[in-house]
């Protein structure tokens, strides 16, 4: 029998195909960006933010992550934060330089671009608490011209721009604050509101004359803890224009243990209070995972441990709990969340948007005066 010669190219073609293909990248091409994470490896603390390693790096480029929000400087404990502060950037100046090929400091959303063309990760310098600038709201001159491009105005406690999430009085924005905000704006800078009580959250919402963003959040409706926010407040800072990053944290749950079903539940909820233009990702983690979960859950209760004696634990945080979505973690972390969410119907133009998107989008609108 004779075979004419289509016949046999598609014969050689199929025989030249892997008996098995790849499942396709669902993130291929995208532009991933997490809104509060972390370049760290639980697995030997102390080693990141005070050194990066081989396997921090390797993760995080196997992540698909282009960029990522660091956290710097003070954010609460007995160090004297401006001091703290400026060191620490000053820190971070240097690991960047340490490593050329591998990270790339964001100051604008060309950088972020070029993080991604230069196959580096991207940091976004950030502070998860403004208690630094003292009494002088000039000092977010000094930290903006440093390369700080995110403000978050207090953590879970209070500070003397106003009332974190877990501060009794539930102040909102102080005069102080309104100054403070007002420079962030002046310097075309983030005013984050992650971690924030209710009030000053819609204070600042109201006063910013630019749009601001809640970093890493949860949803109120869906689970009633102080560190996820209201839909009042969701659709506040949707309405002008800003940015809600959905985390990954115990709060997700009021077991404490939270899934990804619980990520996709409050990410499709947010999607209905702000709108898919508005909603992103900060999952408050890195990209390297804890390789034995039995062995360090000593490590984790004594983190809990020093953060209540701190002050500074909010109600969904136990000593059996951990940081992070146990099957939502690693370098696989966003393409299974991306992965997730096409099975519940969202369209890929949707989770990549999602998934980095409309943090491009916000950042164009505040960074875009910024050389």
């Not at 950088?111 to 991604?116: E, F, S």
Request: charged residues 25%; hydrophobic residues 40%.
């Amino acid at each position: 029998m004779s075979l004419d010669r289509r016949t046999v190219l598609a014969l050689g073609a199929a025989a030249a195909a892997p008996a098995f293909a790849a499942p396709a990248d669902p993130i291929a091409g995208w532009t991933v960006i997490n809104a509060l994470g972390g370049l760290n490896d639980p697995n030997h603390p102390g080693e990141g933010p005070e050194k990066i390693t081989p396997r921090m790096l390797a993760d995080a480029r196997a992540s698909g992550e282009t960029a990522v929000n660091v956290t710097l400087g003070y954010v609460f404990g007995p160090q004297e934060p401006f001091e703290t502060t400026v060191r620490d950037v000053a820190h971070w100046d240097s690991l960047v330089r340490a490593h050329p090929n591998d990270l790339q400091k964001v100051l604008t959303v060309a950088d972020i671009a070029r993080a991604k063309a230069g196959k580096k990760t991207g940091l976004i310098y950030g502070f998860q608490n403004c208690a630094m600038m003292g009494q002088d709201a000039k000092r977010v001159d000094i930290f903006a011209d440093m390369g700080v491009r995110v403000f978050q105005l207090t953590y879970n406690n209070a500070n003397q721009l106003g009332d974190g999430s877990m501060a009794p009085e539930g102040r909102g924005l102080t005069p102080f604050g309104r100054e403070v905000v007002e420079r962030i704006n002046a310097n075309r800078c983030m005013v984050d509101l992650s971690h924030s009580g209710r009030q000053i959250c819609l204070d600042a919402a109201r006063v910013s004359k630019q749009p601001i963003s809640i970093n890493h959040t949860g949803c109120r409706a869906v689970t009633d803890l102080p560190r996820n926010k209201t839909d009042e407040e969701l659709r506040l800072v949707a309405e002008k224009g800003g940015f809600v990053g959905i985390y990954f944290m115990p709060f997700l749950n009021l077991s404490g243990h939270a899934t990804a079903a619980d990520v996709v539940a409050h990410i499709e909820y947010a999607l209905k209070i702000c709108g898919e233009d508005h909603v992103g990702i900060g999952t408050d983690g890195g990209t390297t995972p804890i390789d034995d979960l039995e062995a360090y859950k000593a490590a984790l209760t004594k983190e809990h441990e020093d953060r209540v004696r701190a002050g500074i634990s909010a109600p969904g945080e136990r000593a059996d709990t951990h940081p992070f979505v146990d099957d939502l973690r690693g370098p696989d972390q966003f393409r299974k969340l991306a992965r997730l969410l096409e099975q519940r119907g969202h369209k890929p133009a949707r989770v990549e948007k999602i998934l980095g998107g409309n943090f491009v989008r916000y950042a164009h609108d505040i960074w875009a005066a910024q050389a």
